[in-house]
């Protein structure tokens, strides 16, 4: 479905193609903008422990909804319903962690060691336009929406129209208890958002998605520089594994980080380069390491292998695995699971060519192999994008080492790709992002920083 210019559209859910979803009206953009720009000199004057107050009676209504918003999640995306729980839990818990930001970051500080009495304190930027994607409908938006409400920008929320559904159910329950205008929902698609990042009242942009729409959205954007533009974009992840590694360790992080959310995570695990010494004993525990993951309702607590978004998806996935290569593990399309048609496909693994350069998302994994770190090193960085390494190794020094050379806003030891907790900022490099991290101390991009200075009354 084209949702350029779509007026009204109705999904199918991923899981079960039998199952039409609720249809979504697009949204008339100038009216939410006008009430945001009505409501912005009110909340931007709103004292933060206000804020804060308002935003827990936000906290507890989504807390007390957690399971039907997981149950939406899983029939509209796809996302099996044991990480869809998840996915609501750090949205919970993304409030408090919002808060301590806040209260770090917005507080004045008093300057003493200039020629005149001075403070630096933190401005409101102005309205915010936070752009979410499908595979965390709620999470990976709602991070961008709490940081800007507490700092006084009134937020418009245009989720993704696969996911328009379950966000506009969050967006009401955030609604309803802030005061009207402070959190505007926009449904829709290229169109809604383009019009909401141009329109000369929007002060700041959060992006989460493509690198293709992201550019777009960049090059939109670039003769308006008083506007803060956040990109988070995609990744073609790898997961490195020492000839010290423990196997069996690595095997399940790389099959985790292949097959969560399907492989629709900009996080996931899309490489690995295995020391050739061990290269054949790690292929058996990842073979055997997947077995876990077979295709299933996302409904379903026992799922951990939900389906593909979309078609178009399904079509990408069979394109790469139609493609001529050394295949360890052939790729499949079921033609139903359960019973049920969907988008479901099967792991995917390929030895390593070089020239899967674009991020799969989906579980297709490209296996290299190397003999020095240098050459592991190398291999790593041969990609333009930067966001995740997972190095696994048994020596903290020879991890530090690999760390220092690796070009990626994320490094870990001993953990998957997918590892990455709301306590740590979270972006990447390259193509991956533009240095305007998600996760924790976002806040530092929703503000102006002022200085202030006297010399007497």
Known sequence: MNYLTQES?????????????????ATVVAPIIKEASDASRNWSNTPLSQRIELLKNAQSAITEAKEELAREIATETGKPITESLGEVAAVIAKFDLSFQDAENHLRPQTITDGPHP??????????????????????LGHGANV??????????????????????????LMQQHLPPGTFGLVQGGAAQAISLCKHPLTRAVCFTGSVTAGRALAQELAADISKELALELGGRNAVVACEDADLELAATAVADGLCLTCGQRCNATSRVIVNKAVAADFEKCLLHSLERYKPGYPLTPATK?????????????????????????????????????????????????????????????????????AEAVVKANATPFGLTVSVFTKSESRF???????????????LPTTFSPSTLPFGGFGLSGNGRPAGRGFIRFTTHEQAIQTAGF
């Not at 700092?151 to 967006?171: D, Q, R």
């Not at 360890?328 to 988008?343: E, I, Y």
């Not at 030895?351 to 799969?360: F, I, L, S, V």
Request: net charge neutral; with cysteine; aromatic share 8%.
């Open 9 to 25: 559209w109705q999904n199918f859910s991923p899981g079960n193609l039998s199952l039409k979803l609720p249809a979504v009206q």
């Open 118 to 139: 001075a403070q630096v304190r933190q401005r409101p930027r102005g309205l915010a336009v936070v752009i979410g994607p499908f595979n965390f409908p709620l999470h």
């Open 147 to 172: 940081a800007h409400l507490l700092a006084g920008n009134p937020v418009i929320f245009k989720p993704s129209p696969l996911a328009a559904n379950v966000a506009g159910h969050y967006a009401r």
């Open 305 to 373: 292998l939900g389906p593909l978004i979309n078609s178009q998806s399904l079509e990408r996935y069979s394109s790469l695995i139609n493609t001529a290569a050394e295949w360890v593990l052939p790729g499949s399309v079921p033609s139903d699971v359960c019973g049920l048609r969907g988008h479901y496909v099967t792991p995917a693994i390929r030895r390593g060519t070089g020239n899967m350069e674009a991020e799969p998302f989906a579980p297709v994994l490209e296996l290299e192999t190397f003999e020095t770190d």
């Open 400 to 414: 530090r080492a690999l760390a220092d050379e690796l070009f990626a806003g994320n490094i870990y030891a001993n």
